[in-house]
């Protein structure tokens, strides 16, 4: 009777066809050990949890952006754009309070950018402010007339000294140096290689990029004025707030002329495409308006460097290290008292205090994103994964061990013994009622996590793993005995 290993580092990949792969990563993400000799050559980690450090208000005040400032960070909570500050005290112990800095109306996520004193908050297709605490106004609008002379500002990014605004009207302008308040309605430029709209501006290694509905033109800064480079790559960018810098690259949410909607990222002097077809077969069940709104944001923690992609109702996760996708939820109370699983709640994130902070989607909360927080803001995380099917060239099969190998002890104070829920399927479509085992005590960590006797099925078997214990989730490996259930070996 054969042991087989069964891999558990592929990542969220959920086929059209079910049978073919039906494999969810919700709330875990995948490792790969960067040594040889390891347990094994790919487990699952526990997406991090969230706890509050502050909070502005009531549900009204839905994060609308966050940007960090010399180190500080900036939220915009509802209409209430606060800064966020830390004090450690002579014992160590560090509190977080909130300063009210000014009042910005609306409810759509706004454009930021710095430069390194000011910081200039964008209302797409709206007004817009410069937040400067040094000087003796420090919240101001732009009203400046050369600021709409070339169009209605949509977007801002910041380099060279200088602020950069995209318009309607296929141009974008550039302020005065070091100056957001300073316009000038002559220093305005077009991207021509094609004549697409402007969707987004984004700054990678000191070039400008003005991303169309269709291209992408690079342009450079000669003396202040920005001119083509000569160089675009034929896709384009299909959600404003989609655009993000990785550690070696940038990536978007785009494609190219009649081309359905996929995440790419500029790898030398071309895009190539990140997603895969099970994530361009989700993004193509959004309509045009759900891509429009998606929004990216990035951080790295333990090593992991994530680039999210967060749509009205899912949030995936791309791994830059790893190159595996993974999916976010979030388990929230909702305005009528029951419970609901949305997309991650995270609105927005940026790293100070050493911390990822983060804005909130369901109200004025201010978070951190925590590796060894279990819970988001006290709420359970539902982690769900499930893996390759296991076939036997056609043939029936029958499990008659399954093994999981956790991080065994983790239990706590707070959960005595910890538990995970196997649901088993013969056809990727039907599960069977789950089956739960424990991992071990505070200490217990030799405990194992063994299910018997799981069955026979006709042509292939699919394991699916749920938890939602405030523990460590660590996922190490998963291990089967079977034989042919017709053959009798």
Known sequence: MPRVNIPISNGFYVSDSLPLSAQQCSNWYVNLPQTEGALSAGNLFG???MSQLATTGDINQVNRGLHVKAGKPYLLNGEDLVRLDSVVDAEGVETFSTVSLGTIAGDTRVSTADNGTQLMVLIPGGNAYIIDETSGTPFVQIT???????GVPQLVVFIDSFFIVTTDSKKFIRSDANNGLSWDALAVFSAESDPDIIVAPHVYR???YIAGSETIEEFQNVGGNFQRT???LNKGCFAKFSMISTAESFMWIGGGTNESPAIWSMVGNSAQKVSTTAIDSALQRFTKEQIENAFVYSYAQKGAYFVGFSFPTRTFEFNVVTAKWNERKSQIINTKGLTE???WRVNSIGTAYNRVI??????????SVEVDTYTEYGQPIIRVASFQPIADLGHAIAITQLEVTMNSGSGDLNVKNPSIRLRTSKDAHIFNNSLTRTFGAIGEYFKRSIWYRLGRFPRYAIFEFTMSDAVDPTMIKLEANMRGGQRGN
Do not use: E, H, M, W
């Open 341 to 343: 699983n949305v997309r």
């Open 144 to 150: 400046d007339p050369s600021f709409t002379a070339n």
């Open 358 to 367: 983060c804005g909130d989607s369901q109200g004025g909360t201010i978070g």
């Open 206 to 208: 000191n070039k400008l």
């Open 230 to 232: 000569g160089f675009y």
């Open 47 to 49: 997406c991090a949890g």
